[in-house]
Structures are given as structure tokens and as C-alpha cells.
């Protein structure tokens, strides 16, 4: 979960129907280890470490429905959007569809550009990333909860020049996910099937995941603790033609979150850690994410 889903959070724990507006400001500081690629000259340079900090403007406007439906327009992840969550008598359906421009994880220190990894010196172009995002999601029970969701990432890369090496490479990209999860009260365990069609098929994987995570309410208290665990593994379509292998990429995400909720007041507090480990050093890769942000429903 990213800070800008904390707004829509504050409005699933009322009963009440009728339109709410929440808005919220996050502070996020963004530390990545991977080969640098503002001074990269070879693909054999030592990693380096950067940071920034940025700043995440949240906000959002719902309509509760009298029948426990919502209508929700704002921030959603990276994302700006909107999402109808509908209760039936056989579950609960979720349809969404956002637009970004930029990917946190893949956010440099000099603002929203990402720059052409495969392309050195004064060949590398500088692109900019746009994000399509759609979800159907089906839930149905309470204390012990069944979930199903089905994603879809349009990725777009401008001005892109990876294809002029070679045909198999090529970014953008179209992700498809299915998931499914388990939930027993607290805790939640689940798996993740991901395909990436690429441009090119050096750039192309499928990928499994394990998924956990658990929701700790403080009795007595304001105070509420969500942990979340994501391991897998990516295994690419081709040989990439750079560096004459497949690659292979193990995949771990990390991440908690404290929330202090006051009604209409919601703080939270937020650490997150994703892990690269690919069979080609290149592209290893570690960020570490804190985070801080407050948010009020009016």
C-alpha cells in the first residue's frame, strides 16, 4: 500500500451515507541502491546509493450509498482515479481505473523522468513514464474472507529508443495479474500470477509471488498495525541481447504500516523495502521507502 490509499481507508469504517471529501499530505523518503543511472558509463560500474524525499498530495471524494456501495474519485497509489465498490447478495464487486505519469519505485532525484537504462553516455535518452491501471476485484465473506482480483498496467514509455539495439528490447508494456486470497479474521495469505507483455521479449516476464499480511487493531486504542510480505520470482521470455543470458529476478517486498485513526483525523507512519536479486548484476536493485503523512475527512 503507498500513502495516498490512507484517504480512502477513513471512509470504509463509517456507516453513514453521503459524500465525504478527505485530504492529506505525505512526506516519503526514497533511498535505492542499484547502478546509477545518471553516471552510468559501462554496464560493469559499482552500484550507487541515492536519496530524496518527496512530498505525496492525497485526496479524494466519496459517496456512500445507503445499501453500503461507494462511489470514490482522488489519488490511488501512484495513481489519480476513480473506483466502484458494490455490494450484492453473493459478494462484494470493486472495479477501478487510474492514470499516473510516474512509478515511486522508479522516481530519480531530479524529478518525474525515468532515464533509458540500456542506452550509455550521451546516447541514453530521458523518458517519461505513463501508467494506465485498471482492477475487478470479487470478495465475499466476513470473519473468514475469499478475495479475487484480476489487474491490468498499460505502461507507457515517450520517446523510448531501447528497440534501436535490438528488437527483443522494448518497455512498454501491457501487466496482467491474477491474484487470489485467504483471510482468516487478522491474517491473510494468498498468491500472485503476473505476465508482462513487452514490446520486446528480452523485456517480457511471468512472474509467482507469495502473499502475507496480517492487520493488528491495539485494543483499547486508536493505534492500528498492518504487515505485508511479497516473495517471488520473474523469469524473462529471452536472452537479453546485452548481456547474452536470460535474466532471472528474485523479488522480495516488505512493508509496515502504523495508522493512528481520530474520526476525522488519520496519521500514519510507514516503512517499506523492496528487494531485487537478479542472476544479472546489473539489474539489482534495493529501495528502502519511510514515510509520514496525515490526512482529514471533512
Known sequence: MYPSSVCSQQFQKRSLSGWFFSLGLGAVQIETEAMSQDTLQSYD?????????????????????????????GTQNETLGFERRQPTPIGLFTISYGVGYF??????????????????????????????KKK??????????LTFNYYQDQIFYVDD????????L???????????????????????????LAKGKADSYSGVYNVYSILLPVF????????????????????????????????SKKQIQLNFDFNIWNI??????????????????ITLMQGVGVSYLF
Do not use: C
Not at 268 to 285: A, C, Q
Open 45 to 73: 560500474d559499482e552500484v550507487e546509493k541515492e536519496s530524496s524525499i518527496v512530498l505525496w498530495p492525497m485526496f479524494s471524494l466519496t459517496y456512500l450509498d445507503e445499501d453500503g456501495g461507494e462511489w470514490f474519485f
Open 103 to 132: 512509478n515511486i519505485l522508479k522516481l530519480e532525484i531530479d524529478g518525474q523522468e525515468y532515464k533509458n537504462p540500456y542506452e550509455l553516455g550521451s546516447k541514453r535518452e530521458i523518458t517519461t513514464t505513463n501508467i494506465i
Open 136 to 145: 475487478l476485484s470479487y470478495s465475499v465473506g466476513r470473519g473468514i474472507n
Open 161 to 168: 529508443k531501447t528497440d534501436k539495439i535490438s528488437d527483443d
Open 170 to 196: 522494448g518497455r512498454d508494456a501491457i501487466i496482467e495479474t491474477v491474484s487470489g486470497h485467504l483471510r482468516f479474521w487478522l491474517l491473510s495469505i494468498g498468491q500472485e500470477r503476473k505476465n508482462q
Open 220 to 251: 483499547r486504542s486508536n493505534l492500528s498495525l498492518e504487515a505485508y510480505s511479497k516473495n517471488g520470482k520473474n523469469i524473462y521470455e529471452k536472452e537479453h541481447p546485452v548481456f547474452n543470458q536470460t535474466r532471472e529476478d528474485l523479488i
Open 268 to 285: 500514519f507512519l510507514l516503512y517499506y523495502e523492496e528487494r531485487v536479486d537478479s542472476n544479472i548484476d546489473f539489474f539489482d536493485e
